[in-house]
């Protein structure tokens, strides 16, 4: 029914892996966001905790799928 949806395959796989990619955007650039009262290394240690941590699953995959050069 999702392919039937997007006409292709590949036009599903664009718009789940676009969607993964601005989720990915909209949460690292809350996490990165410069805070004045906060040193630069707090805020990456707290970025890569939540980055790397076992709800990000999705970001992970993406990353390993451009990594891996499936478009």
């Given at each position: 029914m999702l392919i039937h949806?997007?006409?292709?395959?590949?036009?599903?796989?664009?718009?789940?892996l676009g969607h993964a990619r601005q989720r990915q955007l909209d949460t690292f650039g809350g996490?990165?966001?410069?805070?004045?009262d906060e040193p630069r290394t707090a805020i990456l240690d707290r970025a890569w905790t939540s980055i790397t941590g076992p709800d990000e699953e999705l970001i992970r995959a993406v990353w390993w799928l451009g990594k891996t050069g499936h478009r």
């Open positions: 949806h997007f006409n292709t395959r590949d036009a599903l796989l664009r718009a789940v996490l990165l966001r410069a805070r004045p």
